[in-house]
T-cell receptor, first 109, second 113 residues
Framework: ELKVEQNPLFLSMQEGKNYTIYCNYS?????LYWYRQDPGKSLESLFV???NGAVKQEGRLMASLDTKARLSTLHITAAVHDLSATYFC?????????WGAGTKLIIKP | DSGVTQTPKHLITATGQRVTLRCSPR?????VYWYQQSLDQGLQFLIQ???????AKGNILERFSAQQFPDLHSELNLSSLELGDSALYFC????????????FGEGSRLTVL
């Protein structure tokens, strides 16, 4: 059974700092997704990573995928308050998305 | 706007009642997924339909049922409601057969009193 683990589950940081959220999964998969959710709101797709070594960047967020290590990272550069949200990773397995528990990110001014 | 429409946005009802949540997927998407998210919790996958047929089932209670109609909209029926059923219920759609990026609706917030 595929398991997806995110860490940390909670992260409080200051504006201007850099940090990384990790997403580990337990079996082979070549597709990984990152989503953002604001409190009480819907989930918004951030990145779709479809192959080993894939790297995608949007503004202050950069996501990468290492399928051999079964690891994806979401790196935040020079964090700003607007990036406060919960971030989920999800891994494709047999036509199902297996979700991580989410990382709640709070960025303090 | 993801293109996925869910109704109602908010629903308040009493224990023991039955409610129906409705979802219209993005134009052209054949797969519909239902998820439950309790307060400050992660996403619990309930069920998936592809082109009218049940494709996968997750942690869906026997009191819950769903279907996808020929026009591809889907309904999630929740019966004999309990306090613990209070949650955000999300519908998502995707174009590929269970693969690919999901597009989420705004959710239906159910409160059971």
């Amino acid at each position: 059974e595929l398991k997806v683990e995110q860490n940390p589950l909670f992260l409080s940081m200051q504006e201007g700092k850099n940090y990384t959220i990790y997403c580990n999964y337990s079996t082979t998969s070549d597709r990984l997704y990152w989503y953002r959710q604001d409190p009480g709101k819907s989930l918004e797709s951030l990145f779709v990573l479809l192959s080993n070594g894939a790297v995608k960047q949007e503004g202050r967020l950069m996501a990468s995928l290492d399928t051999k290590a079964r690891l994806s990272t979401l790196h935040i550069t020079a964090a700003v308050h607007d990036l406060s949200a919960t971030y989920f990773c999800a891994v494709d397995s047999n036509y199902q998305l297996i979700w991580g528990a989410g990382t709640k990110l709070i960025i303090k001014p | 706007d993801s293109g996925v429409t869910q109704t109602p946005k908010h629903l308040i009802t009493a224990t023991g009642q039955r409610v129906t949540l409705r979802c219209s997927p993005r134009s052209g998407d054949l797969s519909v997924y239902w998820y439950q998210q309790s307060l400050d919790q992660g996403l619990q996958f309930l069920i998936q339909y592809y082109n009218g047929e049940e494709r996968a089932k997750g942690n869906i209670l026997e009191r819950f049922s769903a279907q996808q109609f020929p026009d591809l909209h889907s309904e999630l029926n929740l019966s004999s409601l309990e306090l613990g059923d209070s949650a955000l219920y999300f519908c998502a759609s995707s174009g590929a057969r269970g693969l690919g990026e999901l597009f989420f609706g705004e959710g239906s917030r159910l409160t059971v009193l």
